[in-house]
């Protein structure tokens, strides 16, 4: 899988960038669950012109067999494939997990989960750290997903992740980022990592939001399998990362205290000095 | 049959009883599909699938199968 070329799409991503040795157009990675049908799915995928599509693993049961119609779906789509270790709650089962999605997808691209509060679905990031650094040690591109504590985001990119990704809600809240100063002190001060904001958006204004401070991608799902029109949806998405990311690259005008007048002053007309 | 070759293991936290002795034999006799898209581990260990024909199975064994589903 990890030699596959990314889907055509329309979109235009604006210049290409580079994650785990790997150059990408779109900067907005896209999940797969939640969606109403298989073929909302893939038509979602379509329109969000996505390279990148994070699966989980389960449990197989025997009676079916080893048949799998949904990783037979997803291949189809030709995108890169970022499995992720959802559900593991100790640095030990997420290594395992990594260990298994290496084999079945064939990839060393990890999106490292370990959840550390059931009701947030906040992440252990202790246990996060431990197990980034024995991944990459064995040489997985690790993905990992955290909160907003600059120090811990520290720490995983100096561990060799291919990508720190904070956290801008909890999954699936769909409240858009709720700290963005520590989104924006964490672009400042580690300007050489590949920052990826994963979780927690709900709009694209929210993406284009975080595109603007300079992050260098999104992930999210719920937001746009969860919409009234998920293919309309995960368009606008689209549209809101390239369009913060243009932002970005543009560098916006600084914010002033006070009003400055766009049209020139001079030659206003009915004005009399006294 | 003999009792002293069965093996009492879990198999995705189902306590099953088998005369399996390697984890290949066990998938076959449970009606696994060698070649499809999954993985083992084997008490929270990978086991790679080359090792699979080898790997021999003792009572006790927590065996994990997973596969592809969807995710964020």
């Known amino acids: 899988m990890d030699t596959t070329t990314a889907s055509s799409s329309p979109i235009a991503h604006g210049n290409p960038w580079t994650v785990a040795g790997v150059t990408l157009s779109s900067r907005f990675f896209l999940g797969t669950s939640h969606y109403p049908s298989p073929q909302v799915l893939s038509d979602a995928v379509r329109a969000s012109g996505t390279e990148v599509l994070t699966v989980g693993l389960r449990r197989l049961q025997p009676e079916s067999g080893g048949g799998n119609s949904f990783w037979q779906r997803v291949q189809a789509m030709g995108c890169r494939i970022l499995p992720n270790t959802a559900g593991c709650h100790s640095a030990e089962e997420a290594i395992t997990l990594a260990q298994m999605a290496r084999e079945i997808f064939g990839t060393p691209w990890i999106k490292l989960e370990v959840i550390g509060d059931d009701y947030t679905l906040q992440p252990d990031t202790v246990a996060t750290l431990e197990a980034a650094t024995t991944l990459a040690k064995e040489g997985f591109a690790v993905f990992a997903y955290t909160t907003d504590d600059l120090v811990m985001a520290q720490r995983l990119h100096a561990a060799g992740c291919a990508a720190v990704m904070p956290w801008a809600a909890p999954i699936g809240t769909g409240r858009g980022p709720l700290n963005p100063y520590a989104l924006e002190t964490m672009r400042r001060r580690l300007p050489d990592a590949v920052l990826v904001v994963d979780a927690g958006l709900g709009r694209p204004s929210h993406a284009a939001q975080v595109m603007e401070l300079g992050f260098d991608a999104v992930l999210l799902n719920t937001a746009v399998a969860q919409a009234g029109d998920p293919v309309r949806m995960a368009r606008a998405f689209a549209d809101g990362v390239a369009a913060g990311r243009a932002a970005y690259e543009s560098t916006p005008m600084p914010e002033r205290a006070a009003a400055q007048a766009s049209t020139p002053t001079v030659g206003v007309p009915f004005w009399h000095s006294s | ?72």
Not at chain 2, 29 to 57: D, K, M, T
């Open chain 2, 1 to 72: 049959m003999n009792d002293m070759t069965r093996l009492n293991i879990s198999l995705n936290g189902e306590a099953i009883e088998t005369d399996a002795a390697t984890l290949q034999t066990l998938l076959l006799a449970r009606g696994y599909q060698l070649q499809g898209a999954f993985a083992c581990a084997i008490n929270n260990s990978f086991v790679p699938r080359p090792q699979w024909p080898e790997r021999a199975l003792q009572s006790g064994d927590r065996i994990d199968i997973v596969t592809p589903i969807t995710g964020g």
